[in-house]
T-cell receptor, first 110, second 112 residues
Framework: SQQGEEDPQALSIQEGENATMNCSYKTSINNLQWYRQNSGRGLVHLILIRSNEREKHSGRLRVTLDTSKKSSSLLITASRAADTASYFC??????????FGQGTILTVHP | ETGVTQTPRHLVMGMTNKKSLKCEQH?????MYWYKQSAKKPLELMFV???????ENNSVPSRFSPECPNSSHLFLHLHTLQPEDSALYLC?????FGDGYTFGSGTRLTVV
């Protein structure tokens, strides 16, 4: 069953703007991960945040986690056309069963 | 290259054919996974292997048969598939459970 749900389903912005994607989930988790997928390709791991962490940074990426609200957000700052992709959150309510949401399609216009 | 290699990249097969998908990882990871990605659907976890032992079989039809001969290789054997099995099949590996996954580029399967 689907654990994480991303919002919005699609996001269209201009280069240089920030992009924020949200993820909500239903059950308790060990960690939450964000992945990127370019069209028809494999997924690329972006960042992992553990259940006892509240915020994590990696380059232009900032991820927050609120376990009380069962939600996470991914912020991409100063977006580039190359950031155009689908972004997925994934949760592991049980180790070894990483479960993905439907994804947010991000389009960054030059 | 991510360190996880899937072959073939594309596969077209008839419903009576038998074929196999191959996944190889050069990362020294202990866990390997098969996922199915269909249009308009979230990724579906199919099988999980840890140290060559299958630990998860997510209610997958028996026409899909996994094999993990060693910690670096994972196969998905296919037989008598249905057109609705057409999808992108993704292999992934991780150092352990609870770590980030490294995905291969996938095999685009079309069943005719």
């Amino acid at each position: 069953s689907q654990q994480g749900e991303e919002d919005p389903q699609a996001l269209s912005i201009q280069e240089g703007e920030n992009a924020t994607m949200n993820c909500s989930y239903k059950t308790s988790i060990n960690n939450l991960q964000w992945y990127r997928q370019n069209s028809g390709r494999g997924l690329v791991h972006l960042i992992l945040i553990r259940s006892n962490e509240r915020e994590k940074h990696s380059g232009r990426l900032r991820v927050t986690l609120d376990t009380s609200k069962k939600s996470s957000s991914l912020l991409i700052t100063a977006s580039r056309a190359a950031d155009t992709a689908s972004y997925f959150c994934a949760t592991d309510p049980s180790y070894g069963k990483l479960t993905f949401g439907q994804g947010t399609i991000l389009t960054v216009h030059p | 290259e991510t360190g996880v290699t899937q072959t073939p990249r594309h596969l077209v097969m008839g419903m009576t054919n038998k074929k196999s998908l191959k996944c190889e990882q050069h990362l020294g990871h202990n866990a390997m996974y098969w996922y199915k990605q269909s249009a308009k659907k979230p990724l579906e976890l199919m099988f999980v292997y840890s140290l060559e032992e299958r630990v998860e079989n997510n209610s997958v039809p028996s026409r899909f048969s996994p094999e993990c001969p060693n910690s670096s290789h994972l196969f998905l054997h296919l037989h008598t598939l249905q057109p609705e099995d057409s999808a992108l099949y993704l292999c992934a590996s991780s150092q352990g459970f609870g770590d980030g996954y490294t995905f291969g580029s996938g095999t685009r399967l079309t069943v005719v």
